[in-house]
Structure formats: C-alpha cells, structure tokens
C-alpha cells in the first residue's frame, strides 16, 4: 500500500506527514526517491518534527500525509483536523489517510485501546467528497506478503467466514487518496 501512497505524492514539491511518529515513511519515501521538502508533524516527543501542531503550520502543501492518526481523535476533534489538514493543500494537492477499517472485525490481541473513533468506508468517502475533493479508497488487509501454505489456508477460511457468513471486511484497514480540484 506504501507504494500507492508514494505514486500519490511523489510529484508534491512540499509534504507532511502529519502524526509522523517514528520518522519511517520519511526515511522509506526519502529512499524511494522523493525529492521534495518533507516537513513532520506529530504531538509526541520521539523525534525532530517541523511542527507540534497543525496550528503551526502556515503554508501550504502539494501532498498531505496522514496514517493511523485519525482513530486516536473523538470524531469532531477528527473532523474539524481532516478539514484543516484539506485547507493546508495547494490547489490540486493530494490528501492520503489511513485509518482501521470499522466494518472489520479485529483480532482481539490486536486492539489498541487509545483507538478512540473508527471509520466505515462510506463515511469517510462522504465526507471527503462533501468537502470538495475527488476520492480514491482502498482496503488494506495487513498481512505477511509472503505466509506459508498453511497461513494461507488459515487466512483465506478467515475471510471467508468473515466475509460471506458475518458480512464484515477482511481488511484491517482503509485508505483515502483525495484530490482537491486544480
């Protein structure tokens, strides 16, 4: 899925990566070839980030990018970032989000309890779209890209009680790549 991401950006002249963490899609984008400015933001303590807050910001950007950020934040602080993450694009830029997938069920291992709101696949198109942009989802199942025969085995009957007997998504997550028109 990193690879559609990059595609989306790889032409911005200026990033960000909001929620940026641990600084690995920047180092991974950055070896991958983009030649931009990247600049970060995140809340944490972890690494050097251009900003703290979105507040800070003050220019714009060709290519927003926000993953796993969005489900730590109650729905209208979410909506009013996704708004301000949109006002921060240039005219034609490109928002890429990624959040869990609602209509999944998770492992319970798996969960994360700071997971505060998540998000169904219509919604999130919706809500783009009212806002002006042109949208592209995906579904990203998290997975081994290579698992043994018998992973194998295991996932495909996993999918196939969750998909055609409980009518959930198999993917653990969905992505948003929008557009804001030129």
């Not at 200026?14 to 600084?23: H, K, N, Q, R, S």
């Not at 928002?95 to 798996?110: E, F, G, H």
């Not at 085995?153 to 998504?169: E, F, H, Q, S």
Request: include cysteine; proline fraction near 4%.
């Amino acid at each position: 899925m990193e690879q559609v991401y990059f595609d989306a950006i790889r032409s911005s002249s200026g990033l960000l990566d909001v929620g940026a963490g641990d600084l690995r899609i920047m180092r991974k984008f950055q070896r991958a070839g983009f030649l931009g400015e990247y600049h970060t933001q995140d809340v944490g303590t972890e690494g050097a980030y251009t900003y703290r807050d979105l507040g800070e910001v003050s220019r714009r950007y060709g290519a927003i990018l926000c993953l796993d950020v969005l489900e730590h934040l109650k729905l209208q602080e979410c909506l009013g970032m996704v708004r301000r993450m949109i006002s921060l694009l240039e005219p034609g830029g490109t928002l890429v989000l990624q959040t869990p997938n609602a209509a999944t069920i998770p492992d319970p291992r798996s969960w994360d309890m700071t997971h505060l709101h998540i998000y169904n696949a219509g919604d999130l198109w919706a809500y783009l779209k009212c806002e002006g942009l042109e949208v592209d989802l995906y579904r990203v199942a998290l997975r081994d890209e290579r698992p043994g025969p018998l992973v194998e085995a295991r996932l495909r009957i996993t999918d196939y009680v969750k998909l055609k007997i409980l009518g959930c998504d198999f993917a653990n997550n969905i992505a948003a790549v929008a557009r804001t028109p030129s």
